[in-house]
């Protein structure tokens, strides 16, 4: 095949070599054409103080040519608590957008056209609550549930390994999952139901081989809790996604993807029986490393992120986030938001790496390499399959230890100066310039309580009692709780309120002190 032509004057192949793209097992990528007919989808990461601001920031994204949004939620919002909860004391619409209710969502998705718009929500333990918000939203704009797209990350697995924000035992957080599966294959089937993460291993220390390892025996245990719940493998298996960091290591990052869609493909089809296609390919998204951002000279992180999105897109992501040059200090200031979304234009249109399909594809470095992770993620991957799975291995300490060992032998390499960053162990300045932070109004604790204090007050209290009740039956039992579920935000029930009703049913994870 051949694609568009050369600044020289010669024609570019689509694809060069024997192995075809889009066929399995996908290691030169889940598409025949990748992005040389279309380049991969363009989201930031965005959210924070109120659903208003944050709704004006996703229009300005937008304009710059951001083709898919990704929603920060706060962490009250994460950990399934109101704004209003003591709980959620200081962290109100500090590291997300604080969304409560029906009417939050309503706000935050104003003008925002949501049959159009591809929209990722990075929220794990309640995913199945904000896409119901979402999804209630969409048809007070008269969109069908059959045209919604996007992605939502209820991965919660990974909580308990790298982040925290769980609420709910395994047992049950797997349950809400695969009624989530259910719910959408018939009500939302473009949806992705699922975005298995790997990028939080990543920046809690985890390495290439251990990020994908952990990550794909992750997807394993979701795939065995469909099944067991009665759903067949090629019927949920199509919409499942996942999510991996791009680092600065360029050509391990490359090997890193090829051979983490090699590794799913084959697990698909030999060990769950998969025969459709679409089953077996790993589809992803990616978010340059936050990790490796550095407070010191924010500037460099620039081509920190440029570097880790060129690892991206030779590695064949479906879509990429670009972290903002300030994120290491605050929250993204607009213009280093539209600087990170230029950052990906200039890849996708000013280069030639959309002109053919795994350029590395015969690099005897890369392709060495691939090998060479997929040999260790393999072996990883059967050590937690030897101890019973990911959830035995993750109530053993296994994944949580070995990522920890990893990150305290990257510290001592950093503090030695045997692992050269820019700006903090080497090529230090002595002054560094002053930097005045985005920072969210503090006055938004005592908004948010005064908006759901007025929700309280207007909604019908007997709708509320009946809807709760009707999904604290469906929680005791075995039907599927997010009918019930969305009766109740109907209703004007809160996020908090949902959860809290699930927390009185399942109980709440209490990880043991030490392993």
């Keep these: 095949m051949t694609g568009r032509r050369a600044e020289s004057g010669f024609e570019i192949r689509t694809v060069y070599g024997p192995e075809r793209p889009g066929e399995y097992p996908f290691t030169r990528g889940v598409y025949p054409s990748m992005y040389t007919t279309r ?6 990461y965005a959210g924070f103080g109120t659903a208003a601001e944050s709704n004006r920031r996703y229009h300005r994204l ?26 959620a004391a200081g962290e109100v ?26 929209t990722s929500m990075t929220i794990n333990a309640p995913a199945a609550v904000l896409l119901l918000l979402y999804q209630l939203v969409a048809a007070e ?57 790997g990028y939080h291993m990543a920046e809690a220390g985890a390495n290439p081989a251990q990020e994908i390892a952990f990550t794909l025996a992750n997807g394993m245990e979701y795939v065995r809790a469909a099944i067991r719940a009665g759903l067949a493998v090629d019927d949920f298996a199509p919409r499942l996604s996942f999510f991996f960091v791009a680092r600065t290591t360029l050509l391990e990052e490359i090997a890193k993807f090829r051979a983490a869609r090699r590794i799913w493909a084959r697990l698909m089809r ?32 620039l081509l920190r992120v440029t570097v880790q999105a060129l690892a991206a897109v030779l590695g064949g992501t479906q879509s990429l986030h670009t972290n903002s040059f300030d994120e290491a200090l605050a929250l993204p200031s607009e213009k280093a938001a539209r600087l990170a979304v230029r950052t990906q234009q200039v890849l ?48 053993q300490g296994f994944q949580k ?41 503090p006055e938004l604790a005592r908004e948010q309580a005064a908006r759901l204090a007025a929700l309280r007050d207007e909604r ?56």
Excluded at 94 to 112: C, E, F, N, P
Excluded at 270 to 299: C, D, I, Y
Aim: charged share 25%; glycine share 8%.
């Design 348 to 395: 996708a249109y000013e280069t030639d790496l959309t002109a053919t399909v795994d350029p590395f594809a015969g690099s005897y470095a890369v392709e060495a390499m691939t090998d060479e992770v997929e040999r260790a993620a393999v072996d990883l991957i059967d050590a937690v399959e030897k101890r019973g799975g990911a959830v035995e291995a993750i109530e």
């Design 62 to 87: 937008i304009e710059a040519g951001t083709t898919g949004l990704s929603v920060a939620f706060d962490l009250p919002t994460q950990m399934g608590l109101d704004s209003d909860d003591p709980r």
């Design 141 to 197: 704009q008269g969109v069908d549930g059959s045209a919604l797209t996007g992605t939502v990350q209820n991965d919660v697995l990974k909580e308990y390994i790298a982040r925290g924000t769980y609420i709910y035992p395994p047992a049950e957080s797997l349950r809400l999952t695969s009624d989530l599966f259910a719910y959408c294959a018939a009500e939302l089937p473009r949806w992705n139901t699922i975005s298995i993460s």
């Design 270 to 301: 030999e060990e769950f029986g998969a025969t459709n296609p679409k089953s077996m390919m790993l589809r992803f998204h990616t978010q340059t490393a936050g990790v490796q951002l550095t407070a010191q000279q924010p500037e460099v992180n």
């Design 39 to 44: 380049p991969w989808t363009m989201r930031q």
């Design 93 to 118: 619409g500090k590291v997300g957008v604080a969304i409560d209710s029906l009417d939050d969502m309503r706000v935050l998705l104003d003008g925002i056209p949501t049959g159009e718009v591809s």
């Design 401 to 441: 230890s070995e990522i920890e060992k990893t990150a305290y032998g990257t510290a001592q390499e950093i503090e030695a100066g045997e692992r050269v960053v820019v700006g903090v162990n080497r090529y230090r300045l002595d002054t560094e310039e002053p930097y005045e932070p985005l920072r969210p109004d």
């Design 460 to 515: 019908s209290s007997h709708e509320v009692r009946t809807a709760l009740d009707a999904l604290r039956k469906a929680a005791s039992g075995g039907t599927n709780v997010l009918y019930p579920m969305r009766n109740a935000l109907a209703a004007r029930v809160t996020v908090g309120e949902v959860c809290s009703t699930l927390r009185d049913v399942w109980g709440s994870y209490q990880p043991r002190d030490s392993f």
